[in-house]
């Protein structure tokens, strides 16, 4: 329980780190500029197009198992937008979170930590690994995803058990976003991000329940990636004191 509860405090802590050095704000404040004009057209679109087909859905439902579900679906919605705002603003402030977690990684360890020097091949590289991840993450999203979402058929425990099946992939997405930074500078496989966050439980359950939060909460997940990918890289740095190039941890 200890290190679950140490998970979730990662991100206040990253608040605190981020107001100490100034030298940060600059790829902190551009992406959160990015992060708001995206969410912007997110929220005044999808979120009005999803409140209608919710009430659509729901319209010849008895009223008190119409209120249940609508909540849940609300809920679900919500978590969605947050999804989607976390993979359009990880993806177009890459270049910005990447130097963050550069820096904050050589300024803990006094040892800077990047990857091989700039060229037309290393950037072709990067850029198929980068979607690579991403194509990764959405095969987990849906393998997981879409059993999950059957559950909900279920009467009574099926639908809390679906539920909390998406709590989990959606826990597990955040780790993978939020912890990605470091681990991708040393080149790790989407397996051994997996296996990453597996090692580092349950302290890696309560960051990815709390990055999670943070990014389905309207607005402010606005602000939230720039602090999530900050936590990510400090519980890296305290909680990963030697992790060889090659995916072992000792």
């Known amino acids: 329980m200890h290190a679950f509860l140490d998970g979730l405090s990662f991100p206040l802590r990253a608040i605190r780190f981020i107001g100490s050095q100034p030298m940060l704000w600059r790829y902190i404040v551009i992406p959160i500029a990015l992060n708001i004009l995206i969410g912007f057209v ?13 009430e659509v859905l729901l319209v010849d439902w008895p009223k008190w198992i119409a209120w249940f579900v ?10 969605g937008l947050g999804y989607m705002l976390v993979r359009f603003g990880v993806v177009i402030g890459s270049p910005f979170y990447s130097r963050l977690s550069e820096l904050i990684e050589e300024q803990l360890r006094g040892v800077a930590r990047t990857t091989s020097p700039t060229s037309p091949a290393s950037i072709a590289y990067d850029l198929l690994r980068a979607l690579l991840f991403e194509l990764k993450k959405l ?22 058990l679906g539920m909390a099946a ?3 992939i959606g826990v597990t997405i955040s780790c993978l976003d939020f912890f990605d930074p470091p681990l991708e500078r040393r080149r790790l496989s989407f397996r051994a991000k997996l296996g990453y966050i597996r090692h580092h439980l349950p302290a890696s359950a309560g960051f990815g329940l ?7 909460v309207p607005f402010l997940n606005l602000l939230a990636v720039p602090v999530c990918i900050t936590a990510g890289t400090l519980f890296f740095c305290e909680r990963s004191p030697v992790y060889l190039d090659d995916g072992t941890m000792r």
């Open 42 to 54: 997110l929220y005044t679109t999808l979120l009005w197009v999803g409140f209608q087909a919710i």
């Open 70 to 79: 609508r909540v849940l679906l609300i809920i679900a919605l919500f978590i």
């Open 139 to 160: 095969i987990f999203l849906l393998a997981f995803g879409i059993p999950a979402l059957l559950l909900n058929v279920l009467p009574g425990v099926g639908t809390m």
């Open 166 to 168: 998406g709590i989990a």
């Open 210 to 216: 709390i990055c999670l939060g943070l990014v389905s």
